[in-house]
């Protein structure tokens, strides 16, 4: 007997149709069934970071996410940020900032961003830092990358 569920979510405002086992993790399903390898696997076990994307707006972990509890919800992932080759704002402060080294924790530093800012147009220094604290980098000691998230709020309008 089959255990396979088929569901459908909206991912980076695309509706994707997926069919998972119970125990298959959002993370799973995004990058072994749709190629949406963005969201990286580190520690697969809910410490690192890099597996964030977006659910309904919040970050939250891929791999502690079971797909099936994802039915009918609204997905962002780091694909879906850019517009076209216009990057995101964020993205291109990251860039500025060289803020990116080997970049794997990058994707979940920026959706972790995004929603940051959402909530908080203007975050202090000590704001940004603390709304970052889940996400690991081994790279870059963290300065360039609060540099850019800093910068980005200096820039917007
Ligand atoms: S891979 Fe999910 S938190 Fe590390
Ligand atoms: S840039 Fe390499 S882990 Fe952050």
């Known amino acids: 007997?089959?255990?396979?569920?088929?569901i459908s979510l909206t991912i980076n405002g695309a509706e994707r149709a997926?069919?998972?086992e119970p125990w298959t993790t959002l993370?799973?399903?995004m990058r072994d069934q749709l190629g949406l390898t963005g969201a990286k696997r580190g520690c697969n076990q809910g410490v690192c970071g890099a597996c964030t994307v977006l659910r309904?707006?919040?970050?939250?972990?891929g791999c502690l996410s079971l797909a099936i509890d994802c039915a009918g919800a609204e997905i962002a992932t780091v694909e879906g940020l850019s517009d076209g080759n216009q990057l995101a704002a964020v993205q291109q402060a990251?860039?500025?900032?060289?803020?990116?080294?080997c970049g794997f924790c990058t994707p979940?530093?920026?959706l972790v961003?995004?929603?940051?800012?959402?909530?908080?147009?203007r975050p202090s220094i000590d704001e940004?830092?603390?709304g970052l604290s889940g996400n690991l980098c081994r790279c870059s000691g963290y300065r360039k990358i609060v540099d850019a998230v800093a910068a980005s709020v200096t820039s917007a309008p």
Do not use: K, W, Y
């Not at 961003?113 to 147009?121: G, K, S, T």
């Open 94 to 101: 990251f860039l500025d900032a060289s803020a990116v080294q």
């Open 18 to 20: 997926l069919s998972v």
């Open 1 to 6: 007997m089959s255990t396979q569920t088929d």
């Open 108 to 110: 979940g530093m920026l």
């Open 27 to 29: 993370l799973d399903a």
């Open 113 to 121: 961003v995004q929603a940051l800012l959402r909530e908080n147009p």
């Open 128 to 130: 940004i830092r603390c």
């Open 56 to 61: 309904d707006g919040r970050p939250v972990r």
